[in-house]
T-cell receptor
Framework: GENVEQHPSTLSVQEGDSAVIKCTYSDSASNYFPWYKQELGKRPQLIIDIRSNVGEKKDQRIAVTLNKTAKHFSLHITETQPEDSAVYFCAAPTGTASKLTFGTGTRLQVTL | DSGVTQTPKHLITATGQRVTLRCSPRSGDLSVYWYQQSLDQGLQFLIHYYNGEERAKGNILERFSAQQFPDLHSELNLSSLELGDSALYFC????????????FGQGTRLTVV
């Protein structure tokens, strides 16, 4: 399979709360899992990625966890700020591994 | 600045016409990906080239074609344009085939009227 499913599609949190976005993938050969942030009208930009040889990676307020057995990975944002408001996409290599398939996106809204 | 350059930034054209979108990857990157993003939609994979060769195809319409040239820049050709082809077209480049960051260009916004 070559699907990457992402949930939720929209997420609203109050400033300072945590946000969690989850993705599942179907290609067991996938070994690289990036997360991209896309602000309105701009290009997607990588915020964090994880490779299959580790289960968790942190970068300040952002962390990603990976469960290869269950084929899912999650993005965790702590102490959310208004500037975190954007659309977040997960991705995974699928098929021949040269395709980079993106999830459907999560629109995160951080309210004051 | 990601180092990936797309031209033009904006394009307005009529139905039935043909356009060419251009992408220059980051220096040294061999892989170029093309994605289509319709309004408030996700990133739909179109096609991937590596060092001049087509490596993977997504749900790309037969009216669309692409190529990667010896200098590694890529062009996406869209013909017999329809209103539904209006979208933001991104290209992304990465150094190789697998676990490295893909860098996106700023996109070409195509409007078909």
């Amino acid at each position: 399979g070559e699907n990457v499913e992402q949930h939720p599609s929209t997420l609203s949190v109050q400033e300072g709360d945590s946000a969690v976005i989850k993705c599942t993938y179907s290609d067991s050969a996938s070994n690289y899992f990036p997360w991209y942030k896309q602000e309105l009208g701009k290009r997607p930009q990588l915020i964090i990625d994880i490779r299959s040889n580790v289960g968790e990676k942190k970068d300040q307020r952002i962390a990603v966890t990976l469960n290869k057995t269950a084929k899912h990975f999650s993005l965790h944002i702590t102490e959310t700020q208004p500037e975190d408001s954007a659309v977040y996409f997960c991705a995974a290599p699928t098929g021949t591994a040269s395709k980079l398939t993106f999830g459907t996106g999560t629109r995160l809204q951080v309210t004051l | 600045d990601s180092g990936v350059t797309q031209t033009p930034k904006h394009l307005i054209t009529a139905t039935g016409q043909r356009v060419t979108l251009r992408c220059s990857p980051r220096s040294g990157d061999l892989s170029v990906y093309w994605y289509q993003q319709s309004l408030d939609q996700g990133l739909q994979f179109l096609i991937h080239y590596y060092n001049g060769e087509e490596r993977a195809k997504g749900n790309i319409l037969e009216r669309f074609s692409a190529q990667q040239f010896p200098d590694l820049h890529s062009e996406l050709n869209l013909s017999s344009l329809e209103l539904g082809d209006s979208a933001l077209y991104f290209c992304a480049s990465r150094a190789g085939l697998a676990d490295t960051e893909a860098f996106f260009g700023q996109g070409t916004r195509l409007t078909v009227v």
